[in-house]
């Protein structure tokens, strides 16, 4: 049977670009026992959906209606995906940080990539003892840091195009080159994180 072709815009922005982070979730799903996942702010960046069954995905781009709605977006996450169970894929189009249809203390993972203070407005929609997988472009993860309803457990690093994962030496982590503490009213202000004097890709959090 002939291969489904990739959706235009994950094509575009992704696949183009070389920009899946298919690794980083191959990865993560292999650490962690992940089969409920929520990307706010995901925009069509539906990599996750190749490892993890049920994914949900928030963006308030007015484009991402059409493009979940696509009947061939199911085949293509079908002839790609990692796992034995049917995909489930819902792709809301909303801002994140307003109220949500969406169920609250049910999800095992959470990512949040260069979109805002995600950990912050969206963290009752994970488990007790969920994973938070957060990057520090907008500052998200300096906010997490200082959050006690976080934990920091592990840092994903990305160098010759492999993502690791290490769980050691965590607390060399948010340490800021001039030996300050993380100003949360700043990094809210500036939506910019904080420069520590160790730069992972991204940290991974989990949910008191
Ligand atoms: C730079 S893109 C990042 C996309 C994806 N997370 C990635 O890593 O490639 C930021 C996305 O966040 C979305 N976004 C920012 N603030 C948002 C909000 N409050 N609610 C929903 N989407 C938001 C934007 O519409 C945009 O598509």
Redesign the pocket.
């Known amino acids: 049977m002939e291969k489904s072709k990739p959706p235009q815009l994950y094509k575009q922005?992704?696949i183009d670009k070389n920009?899946e982070?298919k690794t980083l979730f191959e990865k993560l799903v292999k650490l962690f026992p992940i089969k409920k996942g929520i990307?706010?702010?995901?925009?069509v960046?539906i990599t996750p959906s190749f490892f993890i069954p049920e994914m949900t995905y928030?963006?308030?781009?007015k484009r991402?209606s059409k493009f979940f709605e696509e009947t061939t977006l199911l085949s293509y996450i079908e002839e790609n995906k990692h796992y034995k169970e049917s995909p489930s894929v819902r792709g809301i189009q909303?801002?994140?940080?307003t109220n949500l249809p969406i169920e609250k203390a049910s999800f095992d993972i959470m990512?949040?990539?260069?979109?805002?203070f995600i950990s912050q407005?969206c963290k009752n929609f994970l488990k007790k003892n969920a994973i938070l997988v957060c990057n520090n472009s907008h500052g998200d993860a300096s906010l997490a840091a200082i959050d006690p309803d976080y934990k920091l457990i592990g840092v994903i690093t990305f160098n010759d195009q492999e993502y690791q994962i290490s769980q050691e030496e965590l607390t060399s982590f948010f340490i800021k080159k001039d030996g300050s503490s993380i100003d949360k009213e700043k990094v809210k202000r500036t939506m910019t994180g904080e420069k520590f004097t160790k730069t992972p890709y991204a940290y991974i959090f989990q949910r008191y």
Do not use: E
Request: no cysteine.
């Open positions: 922005y992704f920009d982070r990307y706010p702010g995901s925009f960046h928030i963006d308030a781009d991402i909303a801002d994140y940080s990512f949040s990539f260069y979109a805002g407005s």
